[in-house]
C-alpha cells in the first residue's frame, strides 16, 4: 500500500477494535465499525488480520516463500472491494482470496507442525471476513456478504466512514444481524504525545527542541493517524535533504505546507 504508515502504535482504541473482532470472530458475528478518514480503522484491521505479512506471500510461489510459524495460527482475511465491485466480482473476489489463504495457512501448519499432515484437513481456515471500504458496496453485493454470513458460519465485520451505520439500516435483513458497531475515535493527546516520542526516538534527535516541535505537529495532524504518518514523512525528507541537525517548528510548518494539510 502505497499510503502505509511505517510505523504503527498499538493504542487504547486498537485493543478495542482488537477485542471487537475477536468477538465478532469467535461469536461468528456481523459487526460495523467506522470513523473518520486516516483514523487508524484501515491500518488497525491490518494489524489484527497480520496483513502486512500474509499479503505479499499470498502474491508468491509456494515453492519459494518462507512462512513463519505464527501463520499457522491466523484465521482473519481482510479484503478491499473495489471500486466499481458487483456482487458477482465481490463473490469471485471472495471465493478466490479464501482459497489462496486456506492454501497458504495449511502450508504454514504443514511446514512447523508436520504431524497435522495426516490430520483431517480444514477446508476453511477463514474465520472472520473484514471488508474494508465497505461504502463501495450496494444493496445486492451486502445482501451476498449477509448470506455468506448466515451459510458459511463466518464472521464479518464491514468497515466504513461515518454514515454506514445509517444506510445499513435502510437494509432490515442485513442490519438485524448486526450485533456489534464500534466508532473508531481519532487519537488523544496522551496517544498522539506517544507517537511523536517514538518516532522522535527513531529519527535519534536531540530533545531541545521536543516541546515545541511537538506542540506544532499536534496542531496540525489533529488526532488524525494517517496525517501524522505523513507529516513525519515529511519532516524527515526535508531534513535529510536540507542537512538539519534539528526539527523546529517552522520545519514542521514547510512539511504541512507541501503536503497541502489545512493551517495549523
Not at 511523536?196 to 531541545?208: G, Y
Request: charged content about 25%; overall charge positive.
Amino acid at each position: 500500500m502505497s499510503d502505509a504508515p511505517s510505523h504503527f502504535l498499538s493504542t487504547n482504541h486498537y485493543r478495542r477494535f482488537v477485542e471487537f473482532g475477536e468477538y465478532c470472530r469467535d461469536k461468528k458475528y456481523i459487526g460495523l465499525c467506522y470513523g473518520k478518514p486516516g483514523v487508524g480503522k484501515t491500518e488497525s484491521a491490518r494489524q489484527f488480520a497480520n496483513w502486512n505479512l500474509i499479503e505479499p506471500l499470498l502474491q508468491k510461489s509456494p515453492r519459494v516463500r518462507q512462512l513463519p510459524e505464527s501463520l499457522a495460527h491466523c484465521d482473519v482475511l481482510f479484503l478491499t472491494p473495489e471500486v466499481t465491485v458487483t456482487p458477482k466480482k465481490l463473490e469471485t473476489s471472495i471465493n478466490l482470496s479464501r482459497n489462496r489463504f486456506d492454501g497458504l495457512i495449511e502450508q504454514a501448519r504443514v511446514s512447523h507442525f508436520p504431524e497435522s499432515f495426516m490430520e483431517k484437513r480444514q477446508s476453511k481456515n477463514v474465520k472472520l471476513l473484514i471488508v474494508d471500504e465497505a461504502d463501495r458496496l450496494k444493496f445486492q453485493s451486502l445482501e451476498l456478504l449477509r448470506d455468506l454470513h448466515d451459510r458459511g458460519n463466518l464472521g464479518i465485520v464491514l468497515m466504513g466512514m461515518p454514515g454506514i451505520e445509517r444506510r445499513i439500516k435502510r437494509f432490515g435483513q442485513l442490519y438485524s444481524r448486526v450485533h456489534l458497531t464500534y466508532e473508531y475515535p481519532p487519537l488523544n493527546a496522551d496517544e498522539t504525545a506517544l507517537f511523536i516520542a517514538q518516532k522522535w526516538s527513531q529519527l535519534d534527535l536531540p530533545r531541545s527542541a521536543d516541546d515545541s516541535v511537538s506542540a506544532a505537529i499536534k496542531r496540525v495532524c489533529n488526532g488524525n493517524f494517517r496525517v501524522l504518518n505523513r507529516i513525519f514523512t515529511e519532516i524527515e525528507r526535508l531534513q535529510k535533504l536540507n542537512c538539519l541537525p534539528l526539527i523546529t517548528p517552522d520545519l514542521v510548518e514547510t512539511a504541512r505546507q507541501g503536503l497541502l494539510l489545512g493551517s495549523a
